[in-house]
């Protein structure tokens, strides 16, 4: 099965910094998520992006949905060490479908 | 509200040997997905139903797995024989599944660690 193109495939940063990924897709969609996973849970919803153009926050995350609906980004500004995780982005046709997940983004904070 | 539930945590078998997961998805919730998440990689969707009745099976591999949610609130998914590259984590999803929705979160269970070994 299809999965996303996520980028970077993982990141090193200090606390503070802020941290920026993306996705891509081969094909449409019209409903782009980001969600983070922590060890030993399962993914957990951070922004859900609806329209084409979108660009959504929630606390310190900024999400944007592509224009050709095809890409997203995460932005995550200030990073704190509970933003340690894997984040991945997901696409969905309709509200109702599956979930087709990209690659993940592995974000490690160092000391 | 209580999440998705999901039991085992960890399994670990032998190749060949059979295994099945439960998961109780959040109430009132009409739809139920399972996922296989291998190492390293993003959750893939195996089975979708909508209460008891299935909507997307396609990349469920049929001769060695199968799921049922035959009263239509929890499920469950067997394999069986077991193969090495069933390793993986086994999450289980549910979202309202209201007919026509266009925003639905899905809401995922911590999710079932298997072994073949």
């Known amino acids: 099965g299809q999965q996303l193109n996520q980028s970077p495939q993982s990141m090193f940063i200090q606390e503070g910094e802020d941290v920026s990924m993306n996705c891509t897709s081969s094909s449409i969609f019209n409903t782009w998520l980001w969600y983070k996973q922590d060890p030993g849970e399962g993914p957990v919803l951070l922004i859900a992006?609806?329209?084409?153009?979108e660009l959504t926050s929630n606390g310190r995350l900024t999400a944007q949905f592509g224009i050709t609906r095809k890409d997203s980004f995460l932005n995550i500004s200030a990073s704190i060490p509970s933003d340690v995780g894997i984040y991945f982005c997901?696409?969905?046709?309709?509200?109702?479908?599956?979930?087709?997940f990209g690659t993940g983004t592995r974000l490690t904070i160092i000391p | 509200e209580a999440g998705v539930a999901q039991s085992p945590r960890y399994k670990i078998i032998e190749k060949r040997q059979s295994v099945a997961f439960w998961c109780n998805p959040i109430?009132?919730?009409?739809?139920l997905y399972w996922y296989q998440q291998i190492l390293g990689q993003g959750p893939k969707l195996l089975i979708q139903f909508q209460n008891n009745g299935v909507v997307d099976d396609s990349q469920l591999p049929k001769d060695r797995f199968s799921a049922e949610r035959l009263k239509g609130v929890d499920s469950t998914l067997k394999i069986q024989p077991a193969k090495l590259e069933d390793s993986a984590v086994y999450l289980c999803?549910?979202?309202?599944?209201?007919?026509?929705?266009?925003?639905?979160?899905?809401?995922f269970g911590p999710g079932t660690r298997l072994l073949v070994l």
């Open positions: 997901a696409g969905q046709t309709g509200g109702n479908e599956k979930l087709t």
């Open positions: 992006l609806y329209k084409a153009g």
């Open positions: 109430s009132g919730h009409a739809t």
């Open positions: 999803a549910s979202s309202l599944g209201l007919a026509g929705a266009s925003e639905e979160t899905q809401y």
